[in-house]
């Protein structure tokens, strides 16, 4: 149990085009999700927290006008990396809470690698 | 000094060695701690959590919380190439349980 996936697993775009990211939770409803970047040999860097039905919360340093997020029910959220340039080219993977136990936890999907040529 | 502090390695182990991956933290306010593995090119799966000070074992893998010191480890018993990826750690305060990862570090279990 507890399975998210994201699509597309890589994209490989043109600079100054824009990229839809989903994220989707298979086998339960996640009330919140989660959107991270990872750069080689780097830790994840928090986005930003995706709820449904309301607006996401950013981190400081992170645009909200560059990178969208829809969380558009309990089992879907986007992130639109708008206007795509070469320094936006990381490893996004995006997660969902879900309890183990008594522990609220997070369920990673497996990522979506970007390339902005 | 970055909230959590991690060797990214790489450690190299022949299979069947103990393995220690270690990390440090400085925020007080962290009471969950978590481990993640994360294979080359994959998300992250969390591979065990624990709540405040003291040990849990699952399996192969033990998990150490020493509060006092801010200091976190987890053991790997009979390594073997499958455990090859990469360790986070990620405490979380009890208020949110969203965790801060560290860079994490990077294991190699050769045959």
């Known amino acids: 149990g507890a399975v998210v996936s994201q699509h597309p697993s890589w994209v490989i775009c043109k600079s100054g085009t824009s990229v839809k990211i989903e994220c989707r939770s298979l086998?339960?409803?996640?009330?919140?999700m989660f959107w991270y970047r990872q750069f080689p040999k780097q830790s994840l860097m928090l986005m930003a927290t995706?709820?449904?039905?309301?607006?996401?919360?950013?981190e400081q340093g992170v645009e909200k006008d560059k990178f969208l997020i829809n969380h558009a029910s309990l089992t879907l959220s986007t992130l639109t990396v708008t206007s795509a340039h070469p320094e936006d080219s990381s490893f996004y993977i995006c997660s969902a809470t879900h309890f183990r136990g008594s522990l609220e936890t997070q369920y990673f999907g497996p990522g979506t690698r970007l390339l902005v040529l | 000094q970055k909230e959590v502090e991690q060797d990214p390695g790489p450690l190299s182990v022949p299979e069947g060695a103990i393995v220690s991956l270690n990390c440090t933290y400085s925020n007080s306010a962290f009471q969950y701690f978590m481990w993640y593995r994360q294979y080359s090119r994959k998300g992250p799966e969390l591979l065990m959590y624990t709540y405040s000070s003291g040990n849990k074992e699952d399996g192969r893998f033990t998990a150490q919380v020493d509060k006092s010191s801010k200091y976190i480890s987890l053991f790997i018993r009979d390594s073997q190439p499958s455990d090859s990826a990469t360790y986070l750690c990620a405490p979380a305060s009890g208020g949110s349980y969203i965790p801060t990862f560290g860079r994490g570090t990077s294991l190699i279990v050769h045959p």
């Open positions: 086998d339960f409803q996640a009330t919140t």
């Open positions: 995706s709820n449904e039905g309301s607006k996401a919360t950013y």
